[in-house]
């Protein structure tokens, strides 16, 4: 928790304090004192008597008790000082910029760790280190700028990293964006980006509280609390945009299976965000477009009018918005045409709204009551409006600001003449505005926030023979599960499979084969990936082919037997669950058979999936157009496969010893959906299951107490 002391100081101190401003020191103490801080001010250095007009003592000894402490010494003097102003100084709070700890060696990880055993041992919040500080209504504790103005209902922003912080207001502040409480969290030694969510999300005050909120880290330490307090503040009416980097993943990873290949943390990531409301962003322009767009008045659908007086600005950011999935409905009619008499010869109100390079502020202001009280299908309009120089825009951005805060529909200002206009913007931004000033970006941001979908709920999920699932489990070794108990599982959980059966001899093979009936599915049992070896034969109708498949497939490498199954016909579809440390269980769907590695085209969520979830998570994939069925050919039931994401996610919540699971492909038509084939993997914890984390703060109560009983 962070505590007042942090938030609203009646007195700092600088440890380090400096006259030289390069220094961060130095800097930190300049900005406290150019943006007024009210408190009592303190510097420390053993050099000075006075630093920047402020009394200087010559160690932490000398100071008075103080709320915060400010420091920015070597990493090696930072133990003693914490000590000195933790344990006899009655300081809680305090801001590390010193770098040389975890970030370095195992020996700073060490003294990072002891830091914060101090401050934890007096109730105290330490910040950092190897940060470049925080920003509150009460001081600017940065040694770092630029330094933005201060609103209290603007943007909240937390990131692991100081130059990005810094880096992101170059790119927020000449475009208008205003800021609340800033949080530059370093190292996270004992504050990370999941404590100052939790902070946000306790104090959250509807009459008060900023309702954006900016995120830029680098881990998710604790991802079930990341996913519980952003959920939270979504669903009290915040917006949330976050950046996770470090993306990729170095070096090779074990996986044994279509899911493990295809579910890794970045994924787990993009789910996580997913569950909790939060929009993904994946650089510093994109964060600040997204949070440019939560700073106006939300679109309520996807009908945009594009007025512009530049064709080829319009005509690119139209192109953008239809590719993502926005509407530029064509305007007609006796409104259209009275509209377009106000314009000059030439114009255009077609959708795009072109009104010339010699459009006035008067014909936009006239578009602009057109769109709101004439053309019901629209939703909202952008304007794009710039200069060459040749004359001043200031009448057509105070028509902006006017109809921007009159007019129930929302209006984004795409403003590109930073420089020919810079005075006219300065002014625009004065008015309370944002802007935005490439098109492009602006079209691909606003048609991704317009997909943003609320949390989701705690999902009621299907029944599941609980008691056969632990038999199973508790008697499994680590591993892959033979094929039969395989089934044993998916049947416990209401997935139908094929009739299938596994032979070790001809003889077995014979008589399964009769008990089945032709025609059949021939699998070698025992490798991983069968197809890769040729160990799949499909159509197996006399005694003959059986034979001589049976013998061919028992000399594979890793052959322990033959898996004899009904032939199915139909499309294919895979389903997948994979275990992320800290996260739960990924699961995913896609197009089956090779395609699945082919296309790389799945759709994935964390457990537990819903039925809301688990249709969206369907609808989100390329190959949708095949499961709905195209050309004739007739696709699968798409609340079959609904029900069979949900069933294996109660599967996953009673065995969530499942490392790994494949079932691919199922068999789907319009009226069944069958699994053919499925790999599930074990790993046992030394632990009990009960002593195992929480899947996740959703999961389901009812399957919890079972679970429970059955390992009690």
């Not at 100071?63 to 003097?77: G, K, M, Q, R, T």
């Not at 007025?307 to 009619?333: C, F, N, R, S």
Request: charged share 20%.
């Amino acid at each position: 928790m962070l505590v007042p002391q942090l938030l609203n100081p009646k007195s700092i101190a600088v440890i380090g304090a400096s006259n030289d401003t390069c220094k961060p020191g130095g800097k930190v103490l300049q900005n406290l004192l150019a943006h007024q801080y009210q408190g009592q001010l303190y510097a420390v250095n053993p050099r000075e008597q006075q630093v920047q007009g402020v009394a200087c003592y010559p160690s932490c000894e000398f100071l008075p008790d103080v709320d915060l402490a400010i420091i920015a010494v070597a990493a090696n003097y930072v133990e003693s000082a914490l000590q000195t102003l933790a344990f006899q100084k009655s300081c809680k709070a305090f801001i590390v910029f010193s770098a040389g700890f975890s970030e370095t060696c195992a020996d700073g990880k060490a003294l990072e760790a002891r830091c914060a055993q101090i401050v934890n041992s007096v109730g105290g919040t330490l910040i950092g280190p190897n940060c470049i500080g925080v920003i509150t209504a009460a001081y600017k504790g940065v040694f770092a700028g630029p330094i933005p103005a201060y609103n209290s209902m603007d943007c909240d922003c937390v990131s692991a990293s100081g130059a990005t912080m810094a880096y992101l207001l170059e790119a927020a502040i000449p475009r208008g964006l205003k800021f609340r409480d800033i949080f530059s969290v370093g190292n996270s030694a004992q504050v990370g980006v999941e404590e100052v969510l939790q902070y946000w999300d306790e104090t959250f005050d509807p009459q008060h509280s900023s309702r954006i909120k900016l995120l830029y880290m680098e881990q998710i330490k604790e991802p079930q609390r990341f996913l519980k307090h952003a959920a939270s503040l979504v669903n009290k009416g915040c917006r949330i945009a976050a950046i996770k980097a470090g993306n990729t993943e170095a070096g090779s990873r074990a996986v044994s299976s279509h899911t493990g290949a295809l579910a890794g943390s970045d994924a787990a990531v993009s789910s996580l965000f997913r569950k909790a409301g939060v929009i993904r962003c994946y650089s510093r322009i994109e964060l600040v477009y997204v949070a440019a767009i939560f700073s106006i008045q939300p679109l309520k659908g996807n009908r945009i009018a594009v007025i512009t007086h530049a064709g080829g600005p319009g005509v690119m950011l139209t192109d953008i918005l239809v590719k993502g999935g926005m509407q530029v409905p064509q305007l007609t009619g006796a409104k259209a045409e009275a509209l377009l008499s106000k314009l000059h010869p030439g114009s255009s109100v077609a959708n795009p709204i072109d009104f010339l390079a010699t459009g006035n502020a008067t014909q936009l202001g006239q578009i602009l009551d057109a769109v709101e009280n004439d053309f019901e299908e629209i939703d909202g309009s952008v304007v794009v409006f710039g200069t060459t120089g040749m004359w001043r825009v200031d009448d057509v951005y105070m028509v902006l600001h006017e109809k921007m805060k009159t007019c129930s529909k929302p209006i984004f200002p795409i403003l590109p003449s930073a420089i020919q206009a810079a005075e006219e913007l300065s002014r625009f931004h004065a008015m309370g505005h944002i802007n935005f000033t490439d098109e492009v970006s602006f079209g691909y941001v606003l048609s991704r926030v317009n997909k943003l979908q609320p949390p989701y709920t705690c999902p009621t999920l299907p029944e599941v023979n609980t008691a056969k699932v632990r038999q199973v489990i508790q008697q499994a070794q680590e591993g892959y599960l033979p094929p039969d108990k395989v089934f044993d599982l998916l049947n416990a959980a209401g997935i139908n499979t094929v009739k299938q059966h596994t032979a070790t001899t001809l003889e077995e093979a014979l008589d399964h084969a009769s008990a089945i009936g032709y025609p059949l599915v021939m699998k070698v049992s025992g490798p991983v990936h069968k197809s890769d070896l040729g160990g799949v034969v499909v159509g197996i109708k006399y005694r003959t082919e059986l034979e001589k498949t049976f013998g061919r497939l028992m000399q594979l490498e890793g052959a322990d037997g033959v898996i004899l199954q009904q032939q199915l016909s139909g499309t294919e579809v895979y389903l997948g669950a994979k275990a992320e440390d800290g996260y739960g269980h990924q699961v995913l769907c896609g197009l089956g058979g090779i395609f699945v590695e082919v296309f790389k085209d799945v759709s994935a969520a964390l457990a537990p999936v819903g039925s809301e979830e688990a249709r969206k998570m369907i609808r989100r994939l390329k190959s949708y157009p095949i499961i709905k069925g195209t050309r004739g050919k007739a696709g699968i039931n798409e609340e079959l496969l609904v029900e069979a994401i949900m069933k294996l996610s109660t599967l996953l919540e009673a065995a969530p010893e499942i490392s790994e699971m494949d079932i691919n492909p199922l068999m789907g038509t319009p009226g069944a959906l069958v699994a053919v084939d499925a790999r599930i993997s074990v790993c046992k914890p030394e632990r009990s299951i009960i002593d195992a984390p929480v899947q996740s703060i959703f999961v389901n109560p009812k399957s919890a107490a079972i679970l429970s009983s059955q390992t009690a």
